[in-house]
């Protein structure tokens, strides 16, 4: 790769308009194809049978009679799949969980599955799967499932992260650790000191189309797989490996996206449906219903949190201490690791540690949500910091803009920051009029911080020029956000044309080279810059062609605002030639006209978020009503603006919900008691106010652009931010999340 | 599974009759579909009774008013003479679901569904409202708390439909409300609610009362001591604190998903004070 992806400061004329979004008339009329939208001749509808157990060994299953009722096509247990035992324990554990081997897990862990040639003979042919289950004794909870004398889950997990290794397995897969400095020689220096431990539920991305897919796995060896995902590299990848299939002959389609958030990075139904395609030698449709997207798709962490903040009397936070807890369903996972390095990543500290611990539990495997981790850790620490502003006597604003990270800064987690967002978001919501609004009876204000770190990794991008001089754009990176306007933007910039000139599409797995798939907010800020560089390769070709049709060398060739132009005084009078009169031309001047790109998009810039939230509490209801609420965050560059508001706007939504009201509920006999939006509560629109924005701009020195990831930070603050809110409005620290009206009744009668 | 419109009672009846116990009456569908796509029911016979003409009208008479049991929660809240009559009954009639749902959903279908957290069947027990029933064996009309016995079930015989809900014409000095407890502002089930019927004499003191509450109980309760310290008074602070207690005092509640029984204690005290003082303030307006 001959591409230089470092910040240069340029003017625009695409990037950073707004123009209508091309995948929304589709979408508003209809027509847009979900992943339920695919179709084949012959398709049989596939069904999963789920345990109602939380923890049991399965002693026995048989299919015989499922297998026998008309119109049932294939039946399937995990004895029907590659047995993993002996390879990588990932995969073994992915594959675990999309069929139960030796025991079910949790309340909807998938055990048998069948094909049959209609919805009704599937759910009867389920009714007669017999399932023999040994009940084993189960734990839900993060802090019941970490005490030493738990059920114990998995009895192949030693805590590693521990010296010496532990001499008897337990339901810790993992401790990590970071920091600097002396945490207990900062902490003895303090003259404030807050020590808190807070608890979040777990709560589900809540995306509104359930996981679909349709497998079709030929007699050939050759397959496809049409799915809802955020990536359909990762998707071929892994149920090509957990099938013992070539992945060049499983062929994945992306679908329009009804959301993901991190859910639909992982696979849960796909490599059933390919395996009874596979066994029923026909295609298979396989769409999950909410009840088991609820319980058997992949939720956030519950976590426990203990917090331990020191402070000087002039303000400065001399010493920071966590530990993090976090649930991560059945299986050995990293989600606390990524809550300690994003803990306490908004401020400058001398002294800061922070010990996160993987807890499993009989729960759905734990799954990327948004951000994944960040929120709760945010809401202890910011919890904490707004509780330590108070006793140190210092407005909450300025508290944190005097500790705030800078350029330079050593993160808590490691790395030393570049040019950050922090200090002008703060310095932004110190100034924002929503600060002095006045405040009325039973209403509190709450302001938090949020850091995320953004991704870039494996992108490959095609940009092909038309005949006509229009340009198509196929990229690999999964469309959840609004990329494809954004990616088409980028193109028209880079090349000098129209944005109404270039179309984007998302291409599937066999057209072009793998990509990582949608997540770590990469999406805009990687294929971006594969796009540039992509572009750039069409110029250099375009110039050529330009060279060839006027008979100058190629150094002589400039681009210049979507033409060719010759420079120089021996070629001074010849007229430019536009991109269309380049390409009407490109049949005879060596063949149609294209840049590729494969890249590693390093150096995705780290983000950081200010939130305010005003809420009203009813004090004898414990019902809350949220206000107003701003974001302010950092874009690097708003490649299109609306679509960026969007994105703030949304995670502020979703971590409201999660805030407020969102949560699993277990039963004692390990079952979940609300897989249901009913009683899984979202906020509906009418629930929130207009959700205020605000786009700071303080470029990546890493894109060409200056691009950051927009699409998870978002989320990170507002736990917080509505906690400090209802914190200030009923004067009782809360510490529990969500903050439902029980609890907020609870904690006000305590 | 079968599906059947007629278009009369008698042929729904007839049919329902036939199918003994294995049919399932489908008005705005609501809850009907809800519990067959969540694999609770699979009825072999569906009688939509929509096309039911009789059905499907609001009608004022001297008597009062009859609700068909076609008739869509949303209809209710566009009958101007309702409205005034019964603003509590038509304030729980349009609080369930969403406007979508008040579209199709019928205060006969909430009241068979036998939620005890149905938004309509509160202030209906309060209003003191009566179902008139049709069978086999003929016609027959009952209190409306006497409908549902337990969650999920009503006292109906096999064979027998609601035909409406009759409401007593409106005394003057009357009032109703009725409020519910939900996390969300919609799309949500009641935690706890109340409903408050009242009518007062020419001093403006209450005459007689009715207090209904929803969610705390395996039932609507109708709770005669709430009522009784209501009547007398001028509902004034007093006697609200102690309606208040009698009605957290009432509650039967559970610890569930929705909320604790602490929780619908003291909350059913804070919503029956509210529509108290709404329905007071309503009585007091005509």
């Keep these: 790769m001959n591409f230089d992806p470092s910040h240069s400061k340029r003017s625009f004329s695409s990037v950073g308009t707004r123009p209508i979004r091309p995948d929304g008339v589709d979408k508003v009329t209809g027509r847009a194809r979900y992943g339920a939208d695919f179709n084949m001749p012959g398709q049989l509808v596939g069904r999963i049978l789920r345990s109602p157990h939380a923890h049991a060994i399965i002693r026995k299953i048989d299919t015989s009679k499922a297998a026998q009722l008309p119109g049932v096509k294939a039946v399937l247990t995990a004895a029907d799949l590659p047995d993993l035992t002996n390879g990588d324990a990932a995969m073994y554990d992915i594959l675990d969980n999309c069929m139960a081997r030796k025991k079910a897990l949790y309340d909807g862990h998938a055990v048998a599955a069948v094909a049959a040639i209609d919805a009704r003979t599937a759910k009867q042919a389920l009714k007669l799967i017999e399932v023999e289950y040994e009940l084993l004794p189960h734990v839900t909870d993060v802090d019941q499932a970490f005490a030493p004398d738990a059920p114990l889950i998995n009895d192949t997990i030693f805590t590693t992260g521990v010296d010496p290794k532990p001499d008897r397995p337990s339901n810790v897969s993992m401790r990590s650790q970071f920091g600097h400095g002396d945490v207990d020689a900062g902490m003895a220096r303090a003259d404030f000191v807050v020590e808190r431990t807070f608890k979040t539920e777990q709560t589900h991305q809540g995306y509104i189309e359930p996981h679909a897919c349709v497998a079709n796995v030929c007699s050939d060896g050759t397959a496809d797989l049409w799915v809802c995902t955020q990536g359909h590299f990762v998707y071929r990848q892994h149920c090509a490996e957990l099938l013992g299939m070539d992945a060049s002959k499983l062929r994945v389609t992306s679908s329009e996206i009804g959301g993901g958030f991190g859910g639909k990075t992982h696979v849960w139904a796909e490599p059933v449906a390919l395996a009874l395609s596979r066994k029923a030698g026909r295609p298979v449709k396989l769409v999950m219903t909410r009840d088991e997207v609820f319980r058997a798709s992949g939720p956030t962490s519950a976590t426990s949190i203990d917090v331990k903040i020191g402070a000087l009397k002039d303000g400065t936070i001399i010493a920071a201490d966590a530990t993090l807890r976090y649930s991560c369903g059945p299986y050995a996972g990293a989600w606390a690791e990524v809550g ?65 990270a800078q350029e330079g800064t050593k993160a808590s987690y490691g790395p030393v920051y570049g040019p950050i967002g922090i200090g002008p978001t703060l310095e932004a919501v110190k100034n924002h009029p929503h600060m002095k609004a006045p405040l009325g009876k039973n209403q509190g204000r709450g302001m938090a911080c949020g850091f995320w770190f953004n991704f870039g990794g494996q992108t490959c991008t095609d940009l092909n020029i038309g005949i ?90 400039t681009w210049e605002k979507g033409h060719a132009v010759a420079k120089g005084e021996t070629h001074g009078n010849l007229p430019k030639l536009s991109l269309k009169e380049i390409a009407a031309a490109s049949g005879t001047t060596g063949g149609p006209i294209a840049g590729h790109s494969e890249i590693v998009a390093d150096g995705a810039g780290v983000s950081f978020a200010t939130h305010i939230c005003d809420i009203e509490v009813d004090p004898e209801t414990g019902a809350t009503k949220v206000l107003r609420y701003t974001v302010v965050q950092d874009a690097g560059k708003a490649v299109h603006p609306t679509y ?107 | 599974m079968r599906y059947i419109r007629p278009s009369s009672l008698e042929d729904a009846i007839g049919l329902l009759v036939e199918a003994s116990g294995k049919a399932a009456i489908l008005a705005g569908g609501s809850d009907l579909l809800v519990r067959m796509k969540g694999g609770f029911i699979e009825p072999e016979l569906i009688i939509d009774i929509k096309a039911i003409d009789a059905l499907r009208h609001i009608t004022e008479s001297e008597d009062g008013f009859v609700i068909g049991a076609a008739v869509p929660c949303a209809v209710l809240g566009e009958n101007a003479a309702l409205r005034r009559a019964w603003p509590g009954v038509v304030e729980g009639a349009n609080l369930i679901g969403s406007k979508q749902v008040q579209g199709r959903c019928t205060i006969v279908g909430n009241l068979c569904n036998a939620s005890p957290a149905a938004d309509s069947v509160p202030a209906l027990v309060a209003a003191g409202a009566k179902a008139l029933i049709r069978g086999p064996a003929g016609s027959r009309t009952i209190a409306v708390e006497m409908v549902p016995v337990g969650p999920g079930k009503t006292s109906l015989a096999p064979g027998e439909i609601i035909e409406a809900i009759l409401l007593d014409k409106r005394q003057p000095r009357s009032g ?106 309503r009585a007091g307006q005509k």
């Excluded at chain 1, 929130?688 to 652009?705: A, K």
Aim: hydrophobic share 45%; glycine share 8%; charged share 20%.
């Design chain 1, 468 to 557: 006509d001089g229009t340009v198509s754009l196929a990229v690999g990176t999964v469309d959840v956000g609004g990329s494809r306007a954004s990616l088409s933007l980028v193109a028209a910039e880079e090349l000098g044309i129209d944005y109404s000139q270039v179309r984007t599409v998302i291409a599937d797995t066999s057209t072009l080279g793998y990509n990582d798939m949608t997540d770590g907010s990469r999406g805009t800020f990687s294929s971006s810059m594969a796009t540039i560089s992509a572009a750039r390769n069409a110029i250099k070709i375009l110039r050529e062609r330009a060279a060839q049709m006027w008979d100058i060398p190629v150094e002589d060739v």
């Design chain 1, 340 to 404: 300690a390095m994003t803990a306490f990543a908004c401020y400058k500290l001398e002294n800061v540690r922070t010990v996160g611990y993987e807890v499993l539990v009989n729960r759905p495997k734990t799954a990327a949500y948004r951000a994944p981790s960040a929120p709760m850790a945010a809401f202890a620490v910011e919890s904490a910091i707004d509780e330590l502003a108070k006793k140190v006597g210092m407005d909450p604003v300025d508290f944190r803009i005097r500790n705030a």
């Design chain 2, 176 to 281: 109703d409300a009725y409020q519910r407890f939900t996390p969300r502002t919609e799309m949500d089930i009641a935690v706890v609610s109340a409903a408050v019927n009242l009518t007062l004499d020419d001093q403006g003191v209450v005459q007689s009362a009715r207090v209904a509450l929803g969610a705390v109980a395996p039932t609507v309760l109708l709770v005669e001591e709430a009522a009784e310290i209501l009547t007398g008074s001028r509902v004034d602070d007093k006697t609200l604190d102690r309606l208040a207690a009698a009605c957290s005092g009432a509650c039967r509640s559970i610890d569930d998903k929705r909320g604790t029984v602490e929780f619908r204690r003291k909350v059913a005290g804070v919503l029956a004070k509210r529509v108290a003082l709404a329905a007071y303030q």
């Design chain 1, 644 to 750: 960026v508001e969007g994105q703030y706007q949304g995670g502020a939504a979703q971590g409201i919900g999660w805030a407020l009201n969102e949560e699993y509920i277990y039963g004692k006999d390990g079952r979940l008691q609300n897989a249901g939006f009913l009683d899984y509560r979202i906020p509906v629109c009418s629930d929130l106010p207009m959700i205020d924005t605000q786009i700071l701009e303080i470029p990546n020195p890493n894109h060409p652009y200056g691009v950051r990831g927009v699409g998870e930070t978002s989320i990170v603050p507002p736990l917080a931010a509505v906690a400090n809110a209802v914190s200030n409005a009923v004067g009782v620290r809360m510490l529990h999340i969500p903050m439902s009206p029980p609890r907020i009744l609870a904690a006000l009668e305590a």
